[in-house]
C-alpha cells in the first residue's frame, strides 16, 4: 500500500445513507512482506464470503474491505491496516455499528481490531488465535467463532480457548464447529456461507433475541455449538 493509498476498499455504498457496515479481512501469510494485491486467491475467497453476510443484511449497510499493506502478519501489520480502515469509515459515514468478517489471519486482525469503538461485532473464520493473544479488549462486542473440524492448519481448540477468553472479558461470545469444514472453507462451502449470512445479520440487530445458530452458540454452557 502506498502511504496515500486508502485502507478501506468500498464495495457497496447505500445510496440513501448508511446504518451499519460489514468490513472483510482475508487470510495471509505469517511473515511476508510483499505487497498485498485483489487478485491473490486470499483476497478472491472473500467475495462469496461478503455477498453472503449482505444477502441477510439491512438494505442500508456499506459493505467494504480492509486493504493490507503486506501479506504477512509481521508485527500485526493488517491489525494496523484494520484499524486504519476504521478511522477511514469513521470519517466517511460516521459512527455506525459495524461487524468485522475476517479469515485465518484475517480474523486474527479482526479480533485484535474489535477495540475500536465502531466495531459491535466479529464474525471470525477458521480464525488464527494463538495462546499469546489477549481477548480482555473484548468486553462488550459478540463474537462467533466459525470453524471446520478438519482444519489442519488453524487448530479449532485455539480458536475454543480463545471463545473462552472472551467471555471471561465480558463479550457474548461463541464457536460454531463445521462438521467436515477445512480451513479454506472449500469444503461445505454452503453451509460456511449460510452461517456467515445468518451470524451477521444476528449481530447486526440492536437486540439479536435468543434465537438462531449465533445466539445458541454464544448461550451454549461450554461456548462451542457443534
Known amino acids: ?85 476504521l478511522d477511514e469509515l469513521q470519517r466517511l459515514v460516521g459512527a455506525v455499528p459495524t461487524v468485522l468478517v475476517g479469515h485465518s489471519m484475517g480474523a486474527r486482525a479482526a479480533l485484535r481490531a474489535a477495540s475500536h469503538p465502531l466495531v459491535s461485532g466479529v464474525l471470525a473464520l477458521a480464525p488464527w488465535c494463538p495462546p499469546e493473544d489477549s481477548a480482555g479488549h473484548l468486553g462488550g462486542v459478540r463474537l462467533v467463532v466459525l470453524h471446520g473440524d478438519r482444519d489442519r492448519v488453524t487448530p479449532p481448540a485455539e480458536s475454543a480457548d480463545y471463545v473462552h477468553r472472551a467471555r471471561e472479558a465480558g463479550a457474548r461470545a461463541g464457536m460454531v464447529l463445521v462438521r467436515g469444514g477445512d480451513h479454506a472453507m472449500l469444503r461445505r462451502r454452503g453451509e460456511w456461507h449460510r452461517a456467515t449470512a445468518e451470524i451477521v445479520a444476528h449481530i447486526l440487530q440492536p437486540d439479536p433475541g435468543t434465537e438462531g445458530l449465533a445466539a445458541e452458540a454464544c448461550a451454549a454452557k461450554d461456548a462451542i455449538r457443534l
Not at 464495495?11 to 485483489?38: F, K, N, Q, Y
Open 1 to 85: 500500500m502506498q502511504r496515500n493509498e486508502s485502507a478501506l476498499i468500498v464495495r457497496h455504498a447505500p445510496p440513501d445513507g448508511v446504518g451499519a457496515a460489514i468490513m472483510t479481512l482475508h487470510g495471509g501469510r505469517e511473515l511476508s512482506r510483499r505487497t498485498a494485491r485483489p487478485w491473490q486467491l486470499a483476497a478472491l475467497r472473500m467475495h462469496p464470503v461478503l455477498r453472503a453476510a449482505a444477502s441477510a443484511s439491512p438494505p442500508d449497510t456499506l459493505l467494504g474491505q480492509v486493504r493490507y499493506r503486506h501479506r504477512g502478519w509481521n508485527s500485526a501489520d493488517p491489525a494496523h491496516d484494520a484499524l486504519r480502515a
